[in-house]
C-alpha cells in the first residue's frame, strides 16, 4: 500500500520556467511533510518541509504547498535551473503521534532544459 | 546545512561475510538515526530506527539478527550486515535527525549511502 505517491515519473521544464512537483498521501495521521532532492550515487538533500498547521511555506525558490483536505502538496520551484535537474521525493510522517517513520513517494525525476 | 557522514561508500564481498557501515553526524547530535534501503527504481524503505542508548526498533519484515544496529553515541551509528548472502545487495542510506529545537521539528538529513554488493 503506497501511501505517499507521485504519479509522475518524469518532468521536463524549460531553464527559468516554474517547475511543480505533486504529491499525494492517503494517511490522515500525516502532520509533517518535506521534500528531498537526490542526485545519482548520494543520499536525499533536505529541500523544504511543512507541518500541518500551515498550507505554505517558502525558502529562497522553493516554495512547498500543503492542501489538507486534498491530502496534496506541491512544491514549486522559481526560476528554474540546470542545476535543478535531479530525482525528487516528497516524504510524510506523523510526528504528533509520535512516529518519526518517514514514508517516502517513489520520486519524481526533473530535467531542466537550458 | 547539517552533514551526515556514511562510510563506506562501496562494498563488495564475498558471500557470507559480514560487513559494518556507519554513518555519523559531524555538526549536530543525532538523538535519532535511520537506516533505510533503496532497491534499484524503487523508494526508500526504512529498515530500523535507532535512539542513542537504546535498543533499534525494526520495521516489519526486517531481521533485527541480521542486521545488527547500534547507537553507541550521539554522532555515531553502525549497521551490520552479518553473514551476508547475494539478496542483501543494496543501496543502504542512513539518517540522523537532532534535537526539535525553538523552530520545530527538525527533518532528517542523509548521508551519501553505501552501496552493497555480495558477490
Known amino acids: 500500500d503506497q501511501q505517499v505517491k507521485q504519479n509522475s515519473p518524469s518532468l521536463s521544464v524549460q531553464e527559468g520556467r516554474i517547475s511543480i512537483l505533486n504529491c499525494d498521501y492517503t494517511n490522515s495521521m500525516f502532520d509533517y511533510f518535506l521534500w528531498y532532492k537526490k542526485y545519482p550515487a548520494e543520499g536525499p538533500t533536505f529541500l523544504i518541509s511543512?507541518?500541518?498547521?500551515?498550507d505554505k511555506n517558502e525558502d529562497g525558490r522553493f516554495t512547498v504547498f500543503l492542501n489538507k483536505s486534498a491530502k496534496h502538496l506541491s512544491l514549486h520551484i522559481v526560476p528554474s535551473q540546470p542545476g535543478d535537474s535531479a530525482v525528487y521525493f516528497c516524504?510524510?510522517?506523523?510526528?504528533?503521534?509520535?512516529?518519526?517513520?518517514?514514508?517516502f513517494g517513489t520520486g519524481t525525476r526533473l530535467t531542466i532544459i537550458p | 546545512g547539517a552533514v551526515v557522514s556514511q562510510h563506506p561508500s562501496w562494498v563488495i564481498c564475498k558471500s557470507g561475510t559480514s560487513v559494518k557501515i556507519e554513518c555519523r553526524s559531524l555538526d549536530f547530535q543525532a538523538t535519532t538515526m535511520f537506516w533505510y534501503r533503496q532497491f534499484p527504481k524503487q523508494s526508500l524503505m526504512l529498515m530500523a530506527t535507532?535512539?542513542?542508548?537504546?535498543?533499534?526498533?525494526?520495521e516489519q519484515g526486517v531481521e533485527k539478527d541480521k542486521f545488527l544496529i547500534n547507537h553507541a553515541s550521539l554522532t555515531l551509528s553502525t549497521l551490520t550486515v552479518t553473514s551476508a548472502h547475494p539478496e542483501d545487495s543494496s543501496f543502504y542510506i542512513c539518517?540522523?535527525?537532532?534535537?526539535?529545537?525553538?523552530?520545530?521539528?527538525?527533518?532528517?538529513?542523509f548521508g551519501d549511502g553505501t552501496r552493497l554488493s555480495i558477490l
Open positions: 516524504a510524510a510522517s506523523a510526528l504528533g503521534w509520535g512516529n518519526e517513520k518517514l514514508t
Open positions: 539518517s540522523a535527525r537532532g534535537r526539535k529545537g525553538i523552530l520545530g521539528n527538525q527533518p532528517q538529513h
Open positions: 535507532s535512539n542513542e542508548g537504546s535498543k533499534a526498533t525494526y
Open positions: 511543512i507541518s500541518s498547521i500551515k
